[in-house]
């Protein structure tokens, strides 16, 4: 990112923010509460902020993130990721966006899988489901990632592909797997080398990769979604926070990674410059790729669901180990909320008040 002014939490909001004109202070008060609230109660054990607007950055970690370094499994903001690795290659004109998936992977054909296209996997209208069937059974078994793509490839589709939104990530899988076939490389390592290291992204990686292990927080899976195992004791060696499943890196959720770090990689859709995509792909990954009618989707990202409700360009993700991002061209701000709450476990998450906070206070910018 370019160079600004950041503001650390430990000098304290009432030091450093009335330099910060545009950002309202009570607002991120509010956010730095909510986060410090279930963190001292012990119902959060980490969580990591990360706001931006102009060139002012503040940062505040939390409970066991001793750093704003501090690593969490991102859970599915791993898809905006993936796929703009995956998109380096449309650069390179390997795929276009409307070619059949069939074209990369002949075996994916018949009962409406000749008809699914790239740009279909990309924004959930491909009728692929979200989890395979037979998910619990593989991870319980260890299963390299390439059995879940084979799983990918014949399970029955959910509805006729461009009829309607169903979120998936075994759509995003087949998509990683479409990049494998063209690059001849693992996406984990296509994610590193296009992704994370040109744009600094030093506290990621697609899996464990060169992190250090003993440096990644633990997710809470207690009350967590059924592929997480749940916090049933039978399912520790496959839940999220099994080396298992850490190391098998699956693009639709298997990145680690800092708040920091993901602010790197939203910036480069803020501000598009050379070193991730061409401007004018950044651009194109960040509108909407949908019919009318059907959920607003960029490719991989989700739009207009989350930051300042007066903004309907803004684009981020969110994850089920309890993280969440988004940017906002229009008042040039962003919010990343990482926690190992997962987020289904409380209603309303502590990560969505504290994004409603920060959205509030870069919404009146004058």
Not at 158 to 164: E, I, V
Not at 270 to 299: D, F
Request: hydrophobic fraction near 40%; aromatic fraction near 6%; glycine fraction near 10%.
């Amino acid at each position: 990112m370019k160079r600004r002014t950041v503001l650390q939490a430990g000098l304290g909001l009432g030091v450093g923010l009335p330099a910060v004109a545009a950002l309202q202070e009570n607002e991120l008060d509010l956010a730095v509460n909510v986060l410090t609230k279930f963190s001292a109660s012990g119902q959060v054990e980490a969580a990591s902020l990360f706001v931006r607007q102009g060139t002012n950055v503040f940062t505040k970690s939390f409970g066991a993130a001793t750093t704003v370094d501090a690593i969490f499994l991102l859970a599915s903001i791993s898809k905006p990721i993936t796929v703009a690795a995956i998109m380096t290659l449309f650069d390179r004109r390997e795929f276009r966006l409307d070619d059949a998936v069939r074209k990369f992977i002949p075996e994916f054909r018949g009962n409406g899988r000749d008809r699914i296209t790239m740009r279909q996997l990309f924004t959930h209208i491909s009728g692929l489901p979200d989890q395979l069937p037979e998910n619990t059974k593989l991870r319980a078994r260890h299963a390299e990632l390439a059995e879940f793509v084979e799983g990918a490839i014949r399970t029955p589709l959910l509805f006729m592909p461009g009829s309607k939104y169903g979120y998936s990530s075994m759509a995003i899988l087949l998509a990683s797997e479409v990049a494998r076939r063209i690059s001849a490389k693992p996406v984990a390592s296509l994610v590193e080398e296009q992704v994370f290291q040109p744009l600094g992204m030093k506290h990621s990686a697609l899996g464990v990769g060169r992190l250090n292990p003993a440096t990644l927080l633990r997710c809470q899976v207690e009350h967590a979604a059924p592929e997480s195992g749940s916090g049933d004791p039978t399912t520790r060696d496959w839940d999220w926070n099994s080396d298992y499943w850490r190391n098998l890196g699956v693009p639709w959720g298997g990145a680690h990674g800092s708040a920091a770090d993901v602010g790197r990689f939203l910036d480069a859709f803020l501000h598009p410059q050379h070193n991730l995509l061409r401007p004018e792909t950044a651009r194109m990954m960040i509108r909407n790729h949908n019919p009318p009618g059907i959920g607003a989707r960029g490719l991989g990202f989700d739009l207009g669901s989350t930051g300042p409700k007066q903004s309907d360009k803004v684009f981020g993700h969110t994850g089920s180990t309890g993280t969440l991002c988004w940017a906002d061209p229009t008042s040039d701000s962003m919010c990343v909320v990482l926690t190992t709450l997962p987020a289904r476990a409380l209603k309303p998450h502590p990560r969505d008040l504290a994004s409603h906070h920060v959205a509030e206070a870069v919404g009146h910018v004058r």
